[in-house]
């Protein structure tokens, strides 16, 4: 076993057995330009565990129960990105100004239940879930007629922790309007901002594999972004499947623009590089589409 000095990287092989690691678990795939960042995270597992070497956390992993608790610490470090609420204004512009207020219309119209399901998928610590929420209840008036849901899943069990607090710091809060912040929001002593009840009782967190079936309900809207371009052509294949499974006929799915699915996703119709519809087509009672 190589003992860890303050600047080690894993050797190569050391990376390809942490990767395989990655891949059979979430489908992430880790490749060689990531050793530092891979390193520098696994430090400091090492150093909470008291381990010298990087074959020895590697043995560790291999041997506790698919359920331990040092499974999600070490997911949460090798799958942490930056998030922050609305990000992306392009698809916020869309939801708040094009979907919201048709299915809004069609609501009041009697041409579609007052119900609105979102999913957002690889949520991390909420920020897309909390912006989606926003945005429903800022358009969907008056509120109380409506009946909405906004799911947010992530693979860590940490950042789904966080994302149950719905407690956003100054830097993830920059791109929320004004508005927004005033209505849906609370600044606490610490400069952090807090959700309020009204926004808290629209959303909720659970931990979730992507590359297997969800237990829900069907979606009207899923939101799977930043997510897919860390995953190779078989795991995306397995994470489209699971949203095509909880996606309603004629749904929306939002992708990020480089996700890399279109010849994935030929099926569902695409109005823009990152807006795709389900099929018009009838549900089986198993969520498989005829």
Wanted: charged share 25%.
């Amino acid at each position: 076993m190589i003992t860890v000095s303050q600047n080690a990287d894993v050797t190569p092989q050391q990376l390809d057995r942490y990767a395989r690691l990655v891949y059979e678990k979430i489908g992430v795939t880790i490749s060689a330009q990531k050793t530092t960042l891979l390193s520098n995270r696994l430090r400091r597992r090492l150093r909470a565990l008291n381990l010298d070497c990087y074959d020895a956390y590697y043995e560790l992993l291999r041997k506790v129960a698919a359920d331990d608790p040092e499974w999600d610490e070490f997911l949460n470090e090798v799958t942490t990105h930056e998030t922050y609420l609305f990000r992306d204004e392009t698809h916020w512009n869309w939801l708040r100004n094009v979907y919201l207020p048709q299915i809004l219309l069609e609501g009041r119209a009697g041409r579609r239940p007052k119900s609105l399901r979102v999913w957002s998928a690889a949520c991390s610590t909420g920020d897309e879930a909390t912006s989606i929420a926003c945005c429903a209840a800022d358009r969907l008036t008056p509120m109380n007629e409506w009946k909405i849901e906004v799911f947010g899943s992530d693979v860590g069990a940490g950042a789904v922790a966080q994302a149950r607090k719905l407690t956003f710091g100054e830097r993830a809060m920059r791109l929320v309007p004004a508005d927004h912040k005033r209505r849906f929001f609370d600044r606490l002593t610490d400069g952090t901002h807090a959700a309020k009840p009204m926004l808290r009782e629209l959303v909720r967190f659970e931990t979730h594999n992507l590359l297997y079936p969800l237990k829900q309900p069907a979606f009207d809207l899923i939101f799977l972004k930043n997510v897919l371009i860390y995953f190779d052509v078989a795991s995306k294949r397995k994470v489209l499947e699971t949203v095509r499974r909880a996606l309603k006929p004629g749904g929306m799915l939002v992708t990020g623009a480089a996700e890399g699915v279109a010849e994935l996703i030929k099926d569902m119709e695409s109005t823009s590089g990152w807006l795709h519809r389900s099929p018009m087509r009838a549900a089986t009672a198993s969520g498989v589409r005829t």
